[in-house]
């Protein structure tokens, strides 16, 4: 596919590659497509240069395979939002209004309206244009007489430069089953007639018969039938839309209660810790306090010598003070005799004979304090 045409405009495109490989799939699945750039004018005046496809789509209606003119803009943000799609008839052609298409060319599908950017693709957007499209042609052949331009100029609308394209396929001149009268399809449940009065005879010609005539109320009716379903559409869509908003609303709200149940436990948590904090700082202060007072009477006390400082009340406990420190002692003589072994300051012979004393004398000192305690009644 030559794409030197758009190569320029692609470039402002947000998924240039994506788009390209989207345009290269579709112009190969469909031949009579074509991908070239023109400016796009929307509802509100301004203007676009933007990339379409135009070209006719095969429509199978009633076991006959019609060509359809079409034309597909694709956004400068493609795929995340969904093409505009119109219907471009021929000089010899009239739209037929439908829940599909509208008086003014432009398509509506349940797949452009569920416009997904993730799965959402052109080739499958025009394999549901064939779909609706063989269920309700968007399109019939208007009476040689009778000319109109060759689609709708509303603002909407893309305004070509110059004459209407010469699509490569032909259709034919009256591409579906006619009725008793010549030249029109047969009412369908959505919009019953597809232009207002397209049967203008000059003098002298075709009159139909007067019960196939169609009337002022037809025309009323068709028009009351096309606004009807515009505006349940329209509705149906803004309901979508406000729904969708609201899930939103209710999601938050749901995130923001639960954020809220979350915050007051930790809340709760931390008023907790704050009045235990108050209690252990109270605490610290006594405790400080009293560490302060009994600083202060120490200051004022003379120094005492801690051998008078340690005094027994009877003879029994003096006995049982003296062999506890003297077990003491002998316990760091054996411990000091170990070193001086590792050391080599004393040979074996000697660690052995003095450790065996010293052992000797701690447990004698030990039963010794046994004994005592238990005199004393006091814990073994």
């Given at each position: 596919m030559d794409d030197a045409k758009y190569r320029g405009c692609l470039v402002h495109y947000k998924y240039a590659d994506l788009t390209k490989r989207e345009l290269y799939n579709v112009v190969q699945c469909w031949k009579s497509l074509s991908a070239s750039t023109d400016k796009f004018i929307f509802n509100d005046g301004s203007c676009k240069d933007l990339i379409n496809l135009e070209g006719t789509i095969?429509?199978?209606?009633?076991?006959?395979?019609?060509?359809i003119p079409v034309c597909i803009w694709?956004?400068?943000?493609?795929?995340?939002?969904?093409?505009?799609?119109?219907?471009?008839?021929?000089?010899?052609?009239?739209?037929?209004?439908?829940?599909?298409?509208?008086?003014?060319?432009?398509?509506?599908?349940?797949?452009?309206?569920?416009?997904?950017?993730?799965?959402?693709?052109?080739?499958?957007?025009?394999?549901?244009?064939?779909?609706?499209?063989g269920e309700l042609p968007p399109v019939y052949s208007k009476p040689q007489m009778q000319k109109q331009p060759p689609y709708p100029t509303t603002s909407f609308m893309p305004q070509p430069g110059g004459t209407v394209p010469n699509f490569n396929l032909p259709y034919p001149t009256q591409p579906y089953p006619q009725p008793s009268i010549p030249n029109f399809y047969p009412p369908n449940p959505y919009q019953p007639y597809a232009a207002?009065?397209?049967?203008?005879?000059?003098?002298?010609?075709?009159q139909p018969q007067s019960q196939n005539t169609i009337t002022e109320e037809h025309i009323r009716a068709s028009l009351y039938s096309a606004v009807e379903d515009k505006l349940r559409r329209r509705m149906h869509e803004q309901f979508l839309q406000n729904q969708a908003e609201l899930d939103t609303l209710r999601r938050t709200q749901q995130e923001l209660t639960e954020g809220r149940v979350q915050l007051d436990d930790i809340l709760g948590r931390l008023e907790k810790e704050k009045v235990e904090l108050d209690k252990n700082i109270t605490i610290l202060k006594d405790k400080e306090q009293e560490l302060e007072n009994s600083i202060e009477k120490l200051s004022e006390q003379e120094s005492?010598?801690?051998?008078?400082?340690?005094?027994?009340?009877?003879?029994?406990?003096?006995?049982?003070?003296?062999?506890?420190?003297?077990?003491?002692?002998?316990?760091?003589?054996?411990?000091y005799m170990g070193e001086a072994l590792r050391a080599g300051v004393i040979d074996l012979d000697a660690f052995l004979k003095q450790v065996r004393a010293l052992s000797r004398k701690q447990f004698a000192l030990r039963a010794l304090m046994q004994k005592c305690r238990q005199k004393a009644g006091l814990a073994c």
């Amino acid at each position: 596919m030559d794409d030197a045409k758009y190569r320029g405009c692609l470039v402002h495109y947000k998924y240039a590659d994506l788009t390209k490989r989207e345009l290269y799939n579709v112009v190969q699945c469909w031949k009579s497509l074509s991908a070239s750039t023109d400016k796009f004018i929307f509802n509100d005046g301004s203007c676009k240069d933007l990339i379409n496809l135009e070209g006719t789509i095969p429509v199978i209606y009633k076991s006959v395979t019609y060509n359809i003119p079409v034309c597909i803009w694709l956004m400068d943000t493609h795929p995340d939002n969904a093409p505009l799609c119109f219907v471009k008839p021929t000089s010899d052609m009239s739209i037929k209004v439908s829940k599909y298409v509208d008086n003014n060319g432009k398509i509506y599908l349940p797949f452009l309206h569920n416009w997904n950017g993730k799965n959402s693709n052109l080739i499958s957007l025009v394999r549901n244009m064939i779909t609706a499209f063989g269920e309700l042609p968007p399109v019939y052949s208007k009476p040689q007489m009778q000319k109109q331009p060759p689609y709708p100029t509303t603002s909407f609308m893309p305004q070509p430069g110059g004459t209407v394209p010469n699509f490569n396929l032909p259709y034919p001149t009256q591409p579906y089953p006619q009725p008793s009268i010549p030249n029109f399809y047969p009412p369908n449940p959505y919009q019953p007639y597809a232009a207002a009065n397209p049967f203008q005879y000059p003098p002298g010609g075709y009159q139909p018969q007067s019960q196939n005539t169609i009337t002022e109320e037809h025309i009323r009716a068709s028009l009351y039938s096309a606004v009807e379903d515009k505006l349940r559409r329209r509705m149906h869509e803004q309901f979508l839309q406000n729904q969708a908003e609201l899930d939103t609303l209710r999601r938050t709200q749901q995130e923001l209660t639960e954020g809220r149940v979350q915050l007051d436990d930790i809340l709760g948590r931390l008023e907790k810790e704050k009045v235990e904090l108050d209690k252990n700082i109270t605490i610290l202060k006594d405790k400080e306090q009293e560490l302060e007072n009994s600083i202060e009477k120490l200051s004022e006390q003379e120094s005492i010598d801690p051998d008078d400082a340690v005094t027994t009340t009877t003879p029994l406990y003096n006995q049982l003070f003296n062999a506890f420190a003297e077990e003491a002692t002998t316990e760091d003589a054996i411990y000091y005799m170990g070193e001086a072994l590792r050391a080599g300051v004393i040979d074996l012979d000697a660690f052995l004979k003095q450790v065996r004393a010293l052992s000797r004398k701690q447990f004698a000192l030990r039963a010794l304090m046994q004994k005592c305690r238990q005199k004393a009644g006091l814990a073994c």
